[in-house]
């Protein structure tokens, strides 16, 4: 793999923006690999995406990061420079449905996704099983016979002692506390259904039939306070005929999860989105 630094940028929409970074990026004699620009006409907020080839630049990751600070604080730029070679550690919660974890499971071992899984938490522990096969740390939590806020203090303890750098609910069939969706904001990840909020509670796939629904589908989102509602950063859909029964709905609405969860977890891994209030920036 080409090293690369990713500079992500996010500030006020101004004149001279693009030509004061590319000319930095040039007095540094950075080769640029890949450009995104994009505007928000809305907000008037500029977002920018450059991979630079590491090893055309002059300066360390850390005289770099000192040298463009200065230039940054002139535009009121909130940005980043990482390090394509680092793996960030994942962390992955599931419940009962293992379609989700065993896919992010796979595409990690065979090297698609650039990570380490620090762990997988489960609160049924016939997820073990997986982990082991991919000789993942396992850890089963559990939710019935002891208070949930015990369980979920257990849970943030692992994700601080195992440093983890995003958690991801491959499925994961319990709501959040509050105070952990602000503490990792921007750095958990969930994916629901499509369903929500026409077709909530009980067999919503079979609430969905009944109604005739032609275009089922599922979203990926960063997880905040408000269940389910956290700015998106991909969505997949299937179309559904009258053929299809509950059981059909179900399996390719199980395909919309893996594939949506897949590439919105590529994208964060890959520093492609750009959180913007309840919205994203994603550079796919």
């Given at each position: 793999m080409q090293k690369t630094y990713r500079l992500l940028i996010d500030c006020p929409d101004q004149v001279g923006l693009v030509a004061a970074v590319s000319q930095f990026l040039a007095q540094?004699?950075?080769?640029?690999?890949?450009?995104?620009?994009?505007?928000?006409?809305?907000?008037?907020?500029?977002?920018?995406?450059?991979?630079?080839?590491?090893?055309?630049?002059?300066?360390?990751?850390?005289?770099f990061s000192r040298a463009f600070d200065e230039m940054a604080?002139?535009?009121?730029?909130?940005?980043?420079?990482?390090?394509?070679?680092?793996?960030?550690?994942?962390?992955?919660?599931?419940?009962?449905?293992?379609?989700?974890?065993?896919?992010?499971?796979?595409?990690?071992h065979t090297g698609e996704l650039?990570?380490?899984?620090?762990?997988?938490?489960?609160?049924?522990?016939?997820?073990?099983?997986?982990?082991?096969?991919?000789?993942?740390?396992?850890?089963?939590?559990?939710?019935?016979?002891?208070?949930?806020?015990?369980?979920?203090?257990?849970?943030?303890r692992l994700i601080d002692e195992l440093q983890v750098d995003v958690t991801?609910?491959?499925?994961?069939?319990?709501i959040l506390p509050n105070h952990l969706c602000t503490k990792l904001f921007g750095k958990i990840i969930n994916i629901h259904h499509s369903f929500l909020p026409s077709?909530?509670?009980?067999?919503?796939?079979?609430?969905?039939?009944?109604?005739?629904?032609?275009?089922?589908?599922?979203?990926?989102?960063?997880?905040?306070?408000?269940?389910?509602?956290?700015?998106?950063?991909?969505?997949?859909?299937?179309?559904i005929s009258h053929s299809d029964n509950p059981a059909d709905m179900v399996r390719k609405g199980k395909d919309c999860e893996v594939t949506a969860l897949a590439h919105g977890v590529r994208y964060h891994l890959q520093d492609r989105v750009i959180i913007h209030q309840n919205k994203t920036v994603v550079f796919a």
């Open positions: 540094h004699n950075a080769a640029i690999v890949e450009a995104n620009h994009h505007t928000d006409v809305a907000t008037q907020r500029f977002f920018m995406r450059h991979e630079i080839c590491a090893d055309s630049v002059n300066l360390d990751h850390q005289t604080k002139q535009y009121q730029m909130r940005w980043k420079l990482s390090d394509s070679l680092h793996k960030p550690r994942i962390a992955l919660l599931a419940s009962k449905e293992s379609h989700c974890l065993v896919d992010l499971l796979h595409r990690w650039h990570a380490e899984i620090a762990c997988v938490i489960a609160n049924h522990q016939q997820m073990k099983k997986f982990a082991d096969w991919y000789e993942v740390p396992f850890y089963h939590l559990d939710f019935q016979h002891q208070d949930k806020r015990v369980a979920f203090d257990q849970i943030e991801i609910l491959a499925r994961f069939m319990q077709f909530a509670g009980a067999r919503p796939y079979q609430q969905a039939y009944d109604r005739g629904v032609k275009l089922i589908g599922a979203t990926c989102h960063y997880v905040t306070a408000d269940l389910d509602e956290g700015p998106i950063i991909e969505q997949s859909v299937k179309r």
